[in-house]
């Protein structure tokens, strides 16, 4: 059974830079796709960005594009999301998720972590 944990969220200042990880186990790897999401207080869990099983692909969302990098290395299962220029509406629990990719990139996901806050302060 795959295993997602994420870490790295925390606090930072509104025009800061944050990473992010993901760590994954249990399951191999390269076999899905893996892709963030975010869910604001009181809002729904939205798509951020995904990234292909070998990182050839890569899709963002509207207000991820051109500030966030989604990247992974298969050989130590792990996943990024690289965030700069933040933004307070980026506060939010940021998740890793996996899954096929024709559904990853469309916003789906068949497994997922817990986790991790990130809070910008303005």
């Known amino acids: 059974q795959v295993q997602l944990v994420e870490s790295g969220g925390g606090l930072v200042q509104a025009g800061g830079s944050l990473t992010i990880s993901c760590a994954a186990s249990?399951?191999?790897?390269?076999?899905?796709?893996v892709g963030w999401f975010r869910q604001a207080p009181g809002k729904e869990r939205e798509f951020v960005a995904a990234?292909?099983?070998?990182?050839?692909?890569?899709v963002y969302s509207d207000s991820a594009e051109g500030r966030f990098t989604i990247d992974r290395d298969n050989a130590n299962n792990m996943a990024w999301l690289q965030m700069t220029s933040l933004k307070s509406e980026d506060t939010a629990v940021y998740y890793c998720a996996g899954g096929i990719w024709t559904n990853v990139a469309a916003g789906r996901a068949d497994f997922w972590g817990q986790g991790t806050q990130v809070t910008v302060s303005s």
């Open positions: 990234i292909s099983y070998r990182g050839g692909n890569r």
């Open positions: 249990g399951g191999t790897f390269r076999s899905y796709a």
